[in-house]
């Protein structure tokens, strides 16, 4: 019996090991990476691709950085910051570009996140979580946050708005 215990807690150590060792190196079947952009470092929700006028474009809701880096840096600004939408052109798929961010404000209804300590406390911060991203033929994209932010409605301006090219 403790030979099959034994045997049976070290299948279970092996199985919950084992996904950790993919994690060190890329693992394929029949699919090769060819761009890569790391959306500066912060989580991100379900990306939605679109096809406009020819170009193809990646609307990215973000959650945030890690407890490492809580607020990435922006690589279109240099500045510290968290959550967010991104806008990345792919259109040259060996190359995504960000072309464009946004960063809702708190607002009133925004939630306090919380985690517990292991001294018994907690650590809290208020955050912006964008989790769903649409978009649609007027170019207006409509952001909704999970942590009760509410929705929002953006329009893409600027250098962005010509990279997309929106004729409107």
Excluded at 31 to 37: D, F, R
Excluded at 85 to 100: G, K, L, M, N, Q
Aim: glycine share 8%.
């Amino acid at each position: 019996m403790i030979r099959v215990a034994g045997a049976g807690w070290a299948l279970a150590l092996w199985m919950t090991a084992a996904p950790a060792f993919a994690q060190n190196a890329p693992e394929a079947k029949d699919m090769a990476l060819v761009g890569y952009n790391d959306t500066q470092g912060r989580s991100a929700y379900q990306p939605v691709i679109h096809e406009q006028f020819g170009r193809w474009i990646a609307y990215t809701g973000h959650h945030g950085g890690t407890d490492a880096v809580p607020n990435p840096k922006n690589p279109l600004t240099g500045a510290e910051e968290a959550n967010g939408t991104s806008i990345v052109d792919i259109r040259d798929p060996y190359h995504p570009t960000e072309v464009a961010y946004h960063i809702p404000a708190v607002a009133e209804n925004t939630d306090r996140r919380c985690i517990k300590l292991d001294n018994g406390g907690q650590r809290c911060k208020v955050v912006i979580e964008t989790n769903n991203v649409e978009v649609d033929d007027r170019g207006y994209i409509y952001i909704v946050d999970r942590a009760n932010t509410g929705m929002h409605i953006l329009e893409l301006t600027g250098e962005a708005r010509k990279i997309v090219n929106f004729t409107n």
